[in-house]
């Protein structure tokens, strides 16, 4: 009997019954980590530490996955809609968010890129407290990273966005609420050599 239970645990696990979910990209595919630096603010008392970090790092999970998904894992780029980042802004915002795909995300570069390698991933979250309850909170984001092309010969493409968000708490979580944001795209290309006289 415990030989039949035993073997049925191990069935479940072979079979994936055991494994965590996780958003961890593919093997192959770079994987985005900010560096962040988290601050807090407060009405009242100053916030605790491990107040910043739980609510700070909640905001900084959302934007690792985020921009795995608009920047980095070439297989979630679908559509080019990215329904599934829309998701983290408020209604108003989504609206916005739709007409700023080119500055949110990868944009119409995501069909000409074959892979995608972040050097710069900074975030200063600040996190501000009303009453000892998280409210509301800005985060300003740096973002770098260098695209390989799908078309042989293409010079690499150079990535730099720079962003603020302001996000408000609500039952479900973080969300944006407003944002600025711009981003640049540039064909990474080599210096000429200088030619012997």
Request: charged residues 15%.
């Amino acid at each position: 009997m415990v030989v039949i239970v035993v073997l049925a645990a191990l069935i479940a696990n072979l079979a994936g019954g055991g494994k965590k979910k996780t958003n961890t990209p593919p093997p192959g595919i770079a994987q985005v980590k900010f560096v962040a630096s988290l601050k807090g603010a407060s009405d009242a008392k100053p916030p605790s530490r491990g107040a910043i970090n739980t609510q700070g790092g909640e905001i900084l999970t959302m934007l690792n996955d985020w921009y795995e998904q608009a920047f980095v894992d070439t297989g979630r780029f679908g559509d080019g809609t990215f329904g599934d980042i829309a998701k983290n802004f408020t209604d108003s915002a989504k609206a916005q968010f739709t007409k700023d795909l080119p500055t949110l995300t990868i944009g119409d570069a995501r069909t000409e890129v074959k892979r995608v390698d972040p050097s710069t991933q900074t975030a200063t979250i600040t996190v501000y407290f009303s009453q000892g309850k998280p409210t509301y909170a800005i985060a300003a984001v740096h973002f770098v990273a260098s695209a390989t092309m799908k078309k042989s010969g293409a010079y690499p493409l150079k990535i730099d966005q720079t962003v603020t968000y302001d996000f408000q708490k609500t039952g479900q979580g973080w969300v944006v609420s407003y944002y600025t944001a711009k981003q640049s795209q540039n064909s990474i290309v080599p210096s000429p050599s200088a030619s012997a006289s």
